[in-house]
């Protein structure tokens, strides 16, 4: 690919994990970031999370000495083959600063955003290359989970969803293309459904914080680490398959939809779950918990690779 120098806008969570799964498959990095201390800080991460992005596969060449930093977005930018920004979440700080990018960079390479809620079509809207700025949001954290959501904004063309439909695709990610774009996007959307209705279950004392992990990780969770809703569900019709389930099952799925919960958020709820989370951790720290996650999701993502064509 022609791409081989990837600007990282914006190095806190998002960014420095994007920074090294990009180095850990053979690219250099450029990374920009003007908060105070965000070098070191950046570079820590990379380090800490080298081992296990290496895992899904260490590039020829890669190394994380082919990251380099600077405060200059210009100078970032403006040498790079493809953008990742990954500022906080205000629309008029993401409106400023796709057009700053878009001024320096050459007029064939790709900005992506990672954007988690904002739209496209409000972040372009001062951009005069428009065409090329497209939503690339990852599921955290990037370096580990696949998933890409790649959505355009008004006045984006075909062919830049496309080119990063396909740059994803090769970097060993998992993109989906969102037809059009809504606020929150799509998985956030879906995971904020399912925990609304676990809030409500909490709240309406049908479950303690504990238990209602363990009804979607044990349960549900488990066939939807292997496949989605609607596959599951043609396993799920029997030899009738998709079919026999809209059939047959689905009529009693809907008329349930009116009953599910729509929960007010208290401060004694909030402290609830508070509370049964930190029982639930049992001690163990963010980074231990974290560790334990990316491992099981490693060997999870091993485990599907087998088989997939």
Not at 122 to 137: K, L, N, P, S
Not at 235 to 251: C, N, Q, V, W, Y
């Amino acid at each position: 690919m022609s791409i081989k120098r990837i600007a990282i806008v914006g190095t806190g969570t998002i960014g420095a994990s994007w920074a090294t799964h990009f180095l850990v498959r053979g690219f250099d990095v450029v990374a920009t970031d003007p908060g105070p201390g965000a070098e070191e800080a950046l570079r820590r991460y990379v380090e800490g999370a080298w081992d296990t992005a290496a895992r899904l596969g260490l590039a020829d060449g890669a190394s994380p000495d082919r990251l380099s930093f600077t405060t200059d977005l210009t100078a970032a930018v403006s040498a790079s083959d493809f953008v990742q920004e990954n500022a906080p979440e205000r629309p008029e700080l993401k409106l400023k600063l796709l057009a700053d990018i878009d001024r320096a960079a050459a007029p064939e390479v790709i900005i992506a955003s990672s954007s988690s809620g904002i739209t496209m079509s409000v972040m372009q809207a001062d951009c005069v290359h428009a065409e090329r700025t497209v939503i690339g949001h990852p599921f955290n954290p990037p370096h580990v989970i696949p998933l890409v959501e790649v959505v355009g904004g008004a006045r984006t063309s075909r062919e830049t969803i496309s080119a990063a439909m396909d740059f994803y695709t090769a970097v060993g990610k998992k993109p989906v293309l969102l037809r059009k774009e809504l606020p929150g996007h799509v998985a956030n959307r879906l995971q904020s459904a399912l925990y609304r209705e676990v809030v409500h279950l909490i709240a309406d004392g049908v479950l303690g914080v504990s238990d209602a992990d363990d009804a979607v990780s044990w349960g549900p969770g488990l066939r939807w680490g292997v496949m989605g809703p609607n596959l599951l569900w043609h396993l799920g019709g029997g030899e009738g398959g998709i079919a026999h389930f809209m059939e047959t099952l689905m009529p009693r799925m809907t008329e349930s939809w009116p009953a599910l919960g729509n929960p007010t958020f208290t401060p004694d709820l909030e402290r609830e779950i508070v509370t049964g989370v930190l029982e639930e951790a049992r001690g163990r720290s963010i980074d231990e918990l974290s560790a334990e996650r990316d491992d099981t999701l490693l060997e999870l993502i091993a485990a599907r690779a087998k088989y997939q064509s």
